[in-house]
């Protein structure tokens, strides 16, 4: 372990949660246990996070442009605005977590579990998304385009707005949503909900 990493996990274990605007990139922070951490504006560029415990953590606005936070836990946590470019978050926690306006453009989430996340405006164009888990999760306005979502899990997802354009993603996935009102599907078409109304007599 570097000495950053070193120097932040002395910290944390003497009690210590506020570390807004650390500079850990490249840190090597496999399996740290670093839950309810402020860690917002962090620039964790490029870290090793793979196991790591942020259960709950700030990191909000953190730069982690290719990061490996694989099997990362990240329940609650708050990532809106981060930059996860290029991130791996393959087989990741992230249920009911934050990622409002997140960028995730290229992000690897295979298997990734987002069940109940907030995703309301995330750029995840070009994510890889195969098995993820969207159960519930808000993805209005968010930006899909191009993104691979074999096997993707959107069951009473919402996807108003979203735009989907070239994504991979069949209709049978998509039947599962809560709703796609104003979405643009993988055809380029925009989706409208059935109208309700019935004729009157």
């Known amino acids: 372990m570097d000495a950053a990493a070193v120097t932040l996990i002395r910290r944390y274990r003497a009690g210590e949660r506020g ?13 740290a246990q670093l839950s309810q951490a402020d860690l917002s504006k962090a620039n964790l560029y490029r870290a090793n ?15 982690l ?19 996860l470019v290029n991130a791996n978050l393959s087989g990741a926690t992230l249920n009911e977590a934050d990622l409002g306006s997140a960028t ?18 995330a750029n995840l164009s070009g994510a890889i998304l195969v098995g993820t888990n969207f159960r519930g999760s808000d993805l209005t306005q968010a930006e ?21 354009r070239e994504a991979q993603v069949m209709p049978v996935q998509l039947a599962h949503a809560a709703t796609l009102q104003g979405a643009i599907m993988p055809d380029g078409t925009t989706y409208e909900e059935p109208s309700l109304n019935t004729p009157s007599a």
């Not at 996070?49 to 730069?63: P, R, Y």
């Not at 290229?106 to 309301?120: I, P, T, Y």
Request: hydrophobic fraction near 50%; avoid cysteine.
């Open 144 to 164: 899909m385009s191009g993104a691979d979502m074999t096997s993707a899990k959107l069951r009473d997802a919402n996807l108003n707005e979203a735009n989907l």
């Open 49 to 63: 996070l793979m196991g790591a415990n942020l259960t709950g953590a700030n990191l909000q606005g953190a730069n």
């Open 65 to 83: 442009t290719g990061a490996d936070l694989t099997g990362a836990k990240l329940s609650l946590a708050h990532l809106a605005q981060a930059n």
């Open 104 to 121: 995730l453009i290229g992000a690897k989430l295979n298997w990734a579990n987002l069940a109940g996340a907030k995703l309301l405006g």
């Open 19 to 31: 570390f807004h605007g650390a500079y850990l990139s490249g840190a090597d922070l496999r399996r």
